[in-house]
Every structure is written in C-alpha cells, then in structure tokens.
C-alpha cells in the first residue's frame, strides 16, 4: 500500500520560513516524480513545485526564487523549504507521487497539512 505521510505545516508571520517534509513508503521511491500542491480556501488545486527522479525541479512563477523542493532516495522523502512566505501562500499543502517508470501508476496523495501566513 502506497503511503505518502507530510508534516511541517503550521502558522507563520509574513516574511517567514516553513519547511514540509513528505515520507513515502509502499512504493520504490526512486521510480516516483514527487510535487508539491496546495489549495487555498475558495480556490482549485494549483501545482507549486516538481522534482523528477533525477533531481531536475520546476516551480510555478509565484514561488520561483522562494521555494526550494528537495528529494533523498536513501530516506524515501521529499521536501518543501519556503522562504520569504505572504498570506497568498496560505492553504493546505499536498505532497503528490507518480511513478513513471513502466508500468505507470498515480498519482498518490497524502492527506495534507495546512500552512497559514498571517499576522
């Protein structure tokens, strides 16, 4: 069974830093393209950041130069440092798993954790 688990999220002041972490166990992790999602209240799903099995990440313009996704084989997780963080990045953040190696199957989603910047 495929299992993504995040933790990290939590209440911040404008300006400040969070770091989520993603554990993924019941697949081989280095099959698997990891992203980054968040969804704020009112609003679709939007893709924030990438990271395929070779390391190689892409970002959504609104975070480029803030966020920094990160992946470790050897630990099976994924990471989401943010940076100078503004209210418009409140929601919850889901991590998100997807093998692309023969045969393709995903994507997996964990359950969440919810990130507020505000005052």
């Known amino acids: 069974q495929v299992k993504l688990v995040e933790s990290g999220g939590g209440l911040v002041q404008p300006g400040g830093s969070l770091r989520l972490s993603c554990e993924v166990s019941?697949?081989?992790?280095?099959?698997?393209?990891m992203a980054w999602y968040r969804q704020a209240p009112g609003k679709e799903r939007e893709e924030v950041a990438t990271?395929?099995?070779?390391?190689?990440?892409v970002y959504t313009e609104s975070v480029q130069g803030r966020f920094t996704i990160s992946r470790d084989n050897a630990k099976n997780t994924v990471d989401l440092q943010m940076d100078s963080l503004t209210p418009d990045d409140t929601g919850v953040y889901f991590c998100?798993?997807?093998?692309?190696?023969?045969?393709?199957?995903?994507?997996?989603w964990g359950q969440g954790t919810q990130v507020t910047v505000s005052l």
């Open positions: 990271c395929n099995r070779f390391g190689h990440t």
């Open positions: 998100s798993a997807r093998r692309v190696t023969f045969p393709e199957i995903g994507p997996f």
């Open positions: 019941g697949i081989t992790f280095d099959t698997l393209m």
